[in-house]
């Protein structure tokens, strides 16, 4: 399961603290959010992530909030319940500087500091060229991204590198994959993936990864686990930053202290544990919890019981992340042996790209490797025979008891759609019918499951290639048991529908323009767009495929137009047909709730520990108290001076003193503000619409999320739902519409503003202005079938009275409407510096179209309070956390120095504590620099009451942390790190916007740059104090287990809660 959004979510990752996972819910030290919503997202069309953009069985996942019913409802439950705050809540910065030998003055970078090249950046290489060990076996010119890549072999091991000289991209990126099919659901290749990063022959530190993210400048550190090879990927715009990250690497996965000490296997898979004989014996280890929280969500359960039945016969019939009843298997004598076999520079396949230099890359590389020899090493992954009738299959997930159960089964229905992979013209027809099919509300497949009633919500995500053999899956949630079938039957109804009466000319040229728009854009967001295109390239050469292939478009796509458009094949009816209809490699799941599943689970734990107990004398049981005492005792032990001072770091002195700037041009068009961001974009314009909240009326804030839905899927008096979709795509490159709510540092009073974004090339501007003025003019409420299904689908509570009383409902939205579209607005635009005079006339004409006005009313002050929550969902595991407001309940003054405070407590005292000795996934903290809000809060987390200790506990150890220098430049380096982020064009125009609403001025960012670069250890002391009213006063959120909530209940005074049982008890009957 990925942690984070900008993790793939077909993958399990290695996920850290809120710093390196970039929670949702984490606020970023000086910027504001970054752009959510529709528009940030669409990057996972583009080529830098296609194959690799969804998981099989899942939908898309946007991030971890939206992905984790845990910390969604823990972050609502600490956000006061506010659902508009969560939208406040992303992470942002500017960019990161490069390394220099004396601290530099920041360089304020517009669009003409780099200009844009028409041709190729040519390499120097050769094919036949031998560098550094290497010897260059293919140049290939990839002129949609222009720039070059070179396919080096090494001589001596047969490695594989595909360097990409990029002299544009400063986000410089490497990664090493290995492929590492699994044999079983022991999660094996998960376990090694957490543990060669626990220390290394160079770096024999406990956790050189902490040390990393302590002390560096990255724009990326993670790794990644796919069920069917292991990923280790970083980036960083500081090119001494770079090589010290990538030396890390290497490193840990060719020579592993976890290799030689099984206490790494305990701690980060699993070990017994019990500190006295009167005690149970229970399952501990980093991934065994982290399983469990991934077991306890029914979705993955679904997409992993789909993934298992749909190619039994290959890797992907095991789960490699690990069957939580299969993790305790896992011997060390395995472990060692499978790094034996797929950790080999023979099995690797290694990648760079950005502006480095590239014979450095081979000489880098050559230094580890030179120490090997080539190795047969047998990784093929084996395809799956396509079988000659469907199959069925059912399997049950845990639910609460007090749920109704009888809407929560689920069925899908899944293909494997041919037996390799297709070449990259099949790929795109195939996107392209992917799009036509489900891509849109409107789609034919997506709208006869949505429209049917069956259930609450599409599943599946459609077509999926980042496997070896391409598939298709599509279904819907919270449907009857006895619905199973039908849902079946409506999709096969469907497919065959289409196929006879072919899609629409305008959906198919909506759906081509769609995807070249997305592969030209390149958007990634926050995900560095070298690992983007690598994961596309990996998803072609992990199967001894053209890896190239991956990273073009222009040619192929262009013959699929031609073949759709101009001569009007019936290309997209004839693949639904040989893909689908006639493909008996079909595969039908039913996800069926269990009220006692949970129950049985934690049973068979129970019985298991239980009966190994009973097999082992007092002398055995003494043995483990004391390998317990020991681990223990190695985990919460300080590394010696000597072996941290090996792992690298920046120096102070490579930090820029002065804050960077996004250059703004700002004027007036009657009552709007018009901000301009000259920057490369490449001839896209981003449009970015912001709209004063103030004159909501307080009693109609509820229902403004789903305001922003409708807003984009209801329809306009133009166009139905479907027609402006189509409208959309074939003009933009996508339009969102989302409340932001944020504090504002020094005011009672918060930010409030629905912001509207859209994308388009320069050409179509025009039609992109007129279409948000349609939309914000002439959106149709009068459909409320349609909207009670866009309720159900964001899984709104009260859905029945939404019917019950529709022309109050649709009064309000009128209402809402009327209150937000003025022309007194912020417009914001991005876009290379020499097209931005020529915008001046689509603004004008789009503000003509608003009404008059501007929001005069004050801000609404709503009442919270804090109470103390427990809330109950069906889990195995628990997210604690803890907060206050060191404002209001502290007096605390803000000083640069708490957030770098924060970020050391994150990687010292919080991970140790809460992850390596506790077991969980994550523990981390968050500061709100805005609000004064302090959390701490944890991730699939086998404690609760001993988390909460920790917690309390912090402010004592930071009085007692003795801070020397090493500690403390790392700190702050990290933290400057996070405030200059690495960002693309349409974010840094977006996060210009959002300091401007907030009354950020750089002067205010500099004054907090300087104290943050100017902290000292007493600084850091200090902030304690601050830190014992979150001890004292805080506020207490948990979710997890009936038992353990429950449990904690009377200690902690928690007000119970069960959302899910609440939810059921206000779906409408049918």
Same mark, same amino acid.
């Given at each position: ?6 993790? $793939? ?462 598939? *298709? ?252 979709? +189509? ?88 209402? $809402? ?29 789009? $503000? ?54 924060? +970020? ?19 523990? *981390?903290?968050? *500061? ?94 200090? *902030? ?29 005074? $928690? ?16």
């Amino acid at each position: 399961g990925a942690m984070a959004s900008n993790q $793939l979510p077909g993958a399990t990752v290695l996920a850290s603290s809120g710093a390196a996972s970039g929670l949702a819910f984490a606020p970023s030290a000086l910027g504001p959010p970054t752009a959510g919503g529709a528009v940030a997202k669409e990057a996972a069309g583009s080529v830098g992530l296609r194959g690799a953009a969804k998981g099989l069985g899942e939908e898309p996942a946007h991030s971890a909030v939206e992905g984790h019913a845990g910390l969604a409802l823990l972050a609502a439950g600490l956000a006061g319940c506010s659902a508009l705050r969560g939208a406040s809540r992303r992470s942002s910065a500017t960019a990161r500087p490069m390394a220099a030998k004396r601290r530099p003055t920041a360089v304020t970078r517009t669009g003409t500091a780099r200009q844009a090249v028409a041709t190729i950046a040519r390499t120097e290489a050769e094919v036949g060229q031998k560098l550094h060990g290497w010897t260059c076996e293919r140049i290939e010119e990839l002129e949609e991204l222009k720039c070059t890549g070179v396919l080096w072999r090494h001589d001596k091991t047969g490695a594989e590198l595909i360097s990409v000289e990029q002299p544009l991209e400063e986000n410089k990126t490497f990664g090493v994959v290995f492929r590492t099919p699994p044999e079983d659901s022991n999660g094996i290749a998960h376990v090694l993936e957490h543990s060669v990063l626990c220390g290394s022959r160079k770096y024999p530190v406990k956790e050189p990864f902490t040390e990393l993210l302590k002390g560096s400048m990255q724009t990326f550190l993670n790794a990644m686990t796919f069920p069917d090879r292991t990923c280790y990927p970083v980036a960083s715009c500081n090119l001494q930053d770079f090589y010290n990250l990538v030396d890390v690497y290497l490193d840990a996965v060719l020579h592993p202290r976890a290799l030689k000490d099984p206490r790494v296997l305990a701690q980060e898979g699993w070990h017994y544990e019990i500190e006295d004989k009167s005690e149970p014996l229970t399952f501990k280890g980093v991934v065994f919890n982290e399983m469990k929280g991934v077991y306890s969500n029914p979705d993955s359960v679904q997409s992993r019981t789909l993934l298992n039945n749909l190619l039994p016969d290959t890797p992907y019939g095991v789960d490699s992340g690990g069957d939580p009843k299969e993790i305790p298997n896992l011997t060390f004598e395995y472990f060692k042996g499978f790094h034996e076999r797929f950790y080999h520079p023979s099995n690797a396949k290694f990648w760079f790209y950005g502006d480095d230099p590239p014979a450095r890359r081979l000489e880098l590389l050559d230094e580890f490797l030179r120490d090997f020899e080539k190795k047969e090493v047998t990784s093929e992954i084996a395809k799956q025979p396509l079988w000659v009738e469907p199959r069925a299959v059912e399997h049950a997930f845990a639910v609460g008891k007090d749920e109704d159960i009888s809407k929560k089964s689920m069925a899908c229905v899944s293909w494997v759609m041919s037996d390799d992979k297709p070449d990259l013209e099949m790929s795109l027809a195939l996107s392209v019918l992917d799009y036509c099919l489900m891509g849109t509300p409107g789609a034919p497949l997506k709208k006869a499951l949505t429209d049917s009633g069956l259930g609450s919500r599409v599943i599946g995500g459609g077509l999926y290639e980042g496997l070896v053999q391409p598939t *298709f899956s599509v279904g819907l949630k919270d449907i009857k048991e006895s619905d199973a079938k039908a849902v079946e039957a409506l999709v096969i109804d469907t497919l065959t529908k289409v196929a006879a009466e072919g899609f629409e000319r305008e959906a198919v040229e909506a759906a081509l323009n769609k995807i070249e728009f997305s592969n030209r854009e390149l958007n990634t967001g926050g995900f560095p767009r070298g690992l983007g295109l690598m994961f596309s390239a990996v998803s072609n050469w992990n199967y001894g495929k053209d890896p190239f292939e991956g990273l073009r478009f222009d040619a192929p796509l262009r013959a699929v137009r031609e073949r759709l458009i101009e001569k009007r094949e019936p290309l997209l009816e004839d693949l639904v047909r040989q893909k689908l209809l006639e493909n008996m490699h079909r595969l039908t799941v039913t996800s069926k709730p269990d009220v006692e599943q949970g129950d049985k689970i934690e049973e068979q734990e129970k019985t298991r520990l239980q009966e190994h107990r009973a097999t082992l004398s007092d002398e055995d049981v003494e043995s483990l108290i004391r390998e317990t005492k020991e681990l223990k005792e190695l985990q919460e032990a300080p590394d010696p001076p000597e072996a941290l001072a090996t792992v690298p770091r920046l120096e102070l002195s490579d930090i820029p003193e002065a804050t960077q700037t996004i250059p703004t041009e700002l004027s007036r068009v009657g009552n709007a503000e018009v901000l301009k961001h000259p920057l490369l974009t490449s001839g896209v314009v981003y449009v970015d619409l912001a709209f004063d909240l103030r004159d909501v009326p307080a009693d109609l804030l509820p229902l403004l999320p789903l305001f922003c839905r409708g807003l984009r899927q209801m329809g306009t008096k133009k166009s139905d739902f479907v027609q402006l979709q +189509r409208r959309i795509d074939l003009a933009t490159g996508g339009i969102s519409a989302t409340p932001m709510v944020s504090a504002k540092r020094g005011s009672e009073e918060p930010v409030a503003h629905l912001v509207m974004r859209g994308k388009a090339m320069e050409a179509k501007v025009s039609s992109l202005m007129d279409l948000m003025a349609e939309i914000a003019t002439e959106v149709s409420w009068d459909n409320k079938e349609r909207f009670v299904q866009l309720a159900k689908e964001g899984l709104a509570g009260g859905r029945s009275q939404l019917l019950s009383y529709w022309p109050s409902v649709e009064a309000r939205l009128r209402r $809402l409407q009327a209150s937000i579209f003025k022309s007194a607005c912020v417009v914001n635009l991005t876009a290379d510096a020499d097209a931005l005079p020529r915008l001046d006339t689509h603004v004008e004409a789009f $503000l003509s179209q608003l009404p008059e006005g501007q929001a005069t009313s004050p801000f609404w002050t709503p009442e919270y309070t804090k109470t103390n929550e427990g809330i109950v969902v069906p889990s195995q595991v628990n997210y604690v956390g803890k907060a206050a407001n060191l404002y209001k309940d502290a007096g605390y003054e803000l000083h640069g120095s708490a957030m770098v405070t924060s +970020r050391l407590l994150r990687t010292t005292w919080l991970w140790d504590k809460v992850r390596v000795v506790g077991g969980a996934y994550g523990g *981390f903290c968050s *500061f709100d620099v805005r609000s004064g809000d302090f959390k701490y809060l944890s991730y699939r987390d086998p404690n609760l009451q001993q988390t909460l200790d920790t917690y309390d506990g912090t402010a004592e150890y930071l009085r007692g942390m003795e801070v020397n220098d090493d500690l403390l430049a790392k700190s702050i380096i990290g933290t400057m790190g996070d405030v200059d982020k690495h960002q693309l064009p349409d974010a840094k125009g977006y996060t210009a916007m959002l300091r401007h609403l907030l009354g950020e001025t750089d002067e205010m960012r500099q004054e907090l740059r300087d104290q943050i670069l100017g902290t000292t250890g007493e600084d850091m002391r200090r *902030f304690a104090d601050a830190l014992d009213a979150v001890s004292s006063s805080g506020a207490v959120c948990v979710v997890g287990g009936e038992e353990a909530v429950r449990g904690a209940s009377e200690k902690l005074g $928690l007000s119970i809660v069960s959302p899910l049982a609440a939810a059921a008890a206000t779906a409408p009957a049918e």
